[in-house]
């Protein structure tokens, strides 16, 4: 029986048909490809759309890639993956939710997976002033994806946990009022406690010694800054009317404030009468000495220092001199006072 014997030039020649197969093979491969790319590429160019995806929290290249194909943001994943090695940003992709348009290339959809997703905020004001009903309906309408029925139960004090929160019944006065900028992962709940957040900041730096030495509580002072909000229309006055309310508190004067009793009846529009002044009701400044037992706005930083800091005068009274500009004139004697009313009559 005859053995064939491959010798040294026979191998070599078998190594190099070997070698030219796997060649053909592989350019055919390639070829074939490239031009499922290009058609691919061609048909997606005449009708690209924008779709929606997540990369999750632990995925991997391989999968990334795998999605990217499903959704039609990439042609190629096995493809997609030898460039991003090749870029050397395997491990760089950031979770999260993205937007991308069909048959995008390979460069940008890395360089967005790599950035991370881009997020999408919002931003509302709070006036000074308002009251916790007016926040809620303007945060309601302000922000798409918060309902008002979710900020009605997020408003519930039992909600939260703050030192300052102690021993009382609501929120009123403690909604800090700013320009705030949320996203949509915020809740009706997250919201509301990054304002009340925000009050614990901005009070976090005041002097309270004022408050101390004429023995009012930190909550007294948020009840008489929200009173200088509602009655204070002009800056340079806020310490003058935080006099006014520290001299009659200090004598146990009735304070004969229209806000305390315009908070409680509701009537911002109209205002009360004489009628509402002889009503009984503990925000009845007009009858009760005292504070009213609650804030009757939500107060900014500049009003809550007042509060703490009132002018050194010792007037007693104030009324409106100019209701176009809502400036007070401020009074020490109630004959002074009178007398400035009389003229206004004229």
């Known amino acids: 029986m005859n053995k064939v014997r491959l010798n040294k030039k026979n191998t070599g020649k078998l190594c190099i048909f070997i070698l030219a197969v796997f060649l053909i093979f592989s350019l055919t491969f390639y070829l074939s490809s490239c031009k499922k790319y290009l058609?691919?590429?061609?048909?997606?160019?005449?009708?690209?759309?924008?779709?929606?995806?997540?990369?999750?929290?632990?995925?991997?290249?391989?999968?990334?890639?795998?999605?990217?194909?499903?959704?039609?943001?990439?042609?190629?994943?096995?493809?997609f993956r030898l460039y991003v090695e090749q870029k050397g940003k395997a491990e760089s992709l950031i979770p999260g939710k993205y937007k991308f348009k069909t048959g995008s290339d390979y460069e940008s959809v890395l360089d967005e997976i790599t950035s991370g997703p881009q997020v999408v905020t919002y931003k509302f004001v709070i006036p000074e002033g308002y009251i916790v009903e007016q926040i809620v309906r303007r945060v309601a309408d302000e922000l798409p994806f918060i309902e008002y029925s979710?900020?009605?139960?997020?408003?519930d004090i039992n909600n939260y946990n703050y030192d300052f929160l102690k021993n009382v019944t609501s929120l009123e006065g403690f909604l800090f009022p700013k320009t705030y900028e949320v996203n949509i992962d915020y809740s009706a709940k997250n919201i509301i406690e990054m304002m009340l957040a925000q009050y614990r900041f901005e009070i976090g730096v005041l002097d309270y010694s004022f408050a101390e030495e004429h023995n009012l509580s930190p909550y007294e002072i948020l009840i008489i800054a929200s009173m200088i909000e509602r009655e204070a229309y002009i800056a340079e006055e806020r310490e003058l009317i935080s006099a006014v309310i520290?001299?009659?508190?200090?004598?146990?004067?009735?304070?004969?404030?229209?806000?305390?009793?315009?908070?409680?009846?509701?009537?911002?529009?109209?205002?009360?009468?004489?009628?509402?002044?002889?009503?009984?009701?503990?925000?009845?400044?007009?009858?009760?000495?005292?504070?009213?037992?609650?804030?009757?706005?939500?107060?900014?930083?500049?009003?809550?220092?007042?509060?703490?800091?009132?002018?050194?005068?010792?007037?007693?009274?104030?009324?409106?001199?100019?209701?176009?500009k809502h400036s007070h004139s401020f009074s020490y004697t109630l004959e002074e006072h009178n007398e400035k009313l009389q003229n206004n009559s004229n």
């Open 39 to 79: 058609e691919k590429k061609g048909e997606v160019a005449e009708e690209r759309v924008e779709v929606e995806l997540k990369i999750e929290e632990g995925m991997t290249l391989r999968e990334v890639s795998k999605l990217l194909e499903e959704k039609g943001v990439i042609d190629s994943s096995f493809f």
């Open 246 to 324: 520290h001299n009659r508190l200090e004598i146990d004067m009735l304070l004969q404030i229209d806000a305390t009793l315009t908070y409680d009846l509701g009537k911002w529009d109209e205002g009360i009468n004489d009628s509402d002044k002889e009503i009984d009701s503990s925000y009845n400044t007009y009858i009760y000495t005292g504070l009213p037992p609650t804030p009757i706005s939500n107060p900014g930083l500049a009003c809550i220092k007042a509060a703490l800091d009132p002018a050194d005068e010792d007037y007693l009274y104030y009324l409106v001199d100019d209701p176009e």
């Open 150 to 155: 979710d900020l009605l139960e997020a408003i």
